[in-house]
């Protein structure tokens, strides 16, 4: 998939995004937060490189000129660390996606094969 030669080897900046996302709201902050991950797994997007996440924050709507402002504050960085500590520390995510079934997850980008066999595994499928 990843066509590039910049693999971004962090998501912080995403993160960091999403948070000043929020500011203008819960749901600027869905449409930011799954713009994200969908312009990484699916388009192939760069979401450690400003100027793309830039590009996605302009597709999803959000008042540029706030998220700008909230973006250079470093406010949205901060808050992004702190959750990442929380997630490192409490619940042991060390890759993203880390998707938690009760007290199985599913660590990466996995095939879908292995989604299916946990809930299997699990009863509810």
Same mark, same amino acid.
């Given at each position: 998939?990843?066509?590039?030669? %910049? &693999? !971004?080897?962090?998501?912080? !900046?995403?993160?960091?995004?999403?948070?000043?996302?929020? &500011?203008?709201?819960?749901?600027?902050? @869905?449409?930011?937060?799954?713009?994200? &991950?969908?312009?990484? &797994?699916?388009?192939?997007?760069? $979401?450690?490189?400003? %100027?793309? $996440?830039? #590009?996605?924050?302009? #597709?999803? =709507?959000? @008042?540029? @000129?706030?998220?700008?402002?909230?973006?250079?504050?470093?406010? =949205?960085?901060?808050?992004? $660390? /702190? /959750?990442?500590? /929380?997630?490192?520390?409490?619940?042991?995510?060390?890759?993203?996606?880390?998707?938690?079934?009760?007290?199985?997850? +599913? +660590?990466?980008?996995? !095939?879908? #094969? /292995?989604?299916?066999? +946990?809930?299997?595994?699990?009863?509810?499928?």
């Amino acid at each position: 998939m990843w066509e590039r030669d %910049d &693999f !971004p080897a962090w998501s912080l !900046p995403a993160l960091a995004a999403a948070r000043c996302a929020a &500011f203008q709201g819960k749901a600027a902050y @869905d449409r930011l937060h799954y713009a994200l &991950f969908e312009a990484f &797994f699916t388009r192939g997007k760069n $979401i450690a490189n400003r %100027d793309e $996440i830039l #590009e996605i924050v302009g #597709e999803v =709507g959000l @008042d540029m @000129d706030r998220f700008l402002v909230d973006f250079a504050s470093g406010e =949205g960085q901060k808050l992004a $660390i /702190e /959750e990442y500590e /929380e997630s490192v520390n409490r619940y042991m995510v060390t890759a993203v996606p880390t998707v938690f079934f009760g007290q199985t997850r +599913v +660590v990466g980008a996995v !095939p879908l #094969e /292995e989604y299916l066999t +946990v809930l299997e595994h699990l009863g509810i499928r």
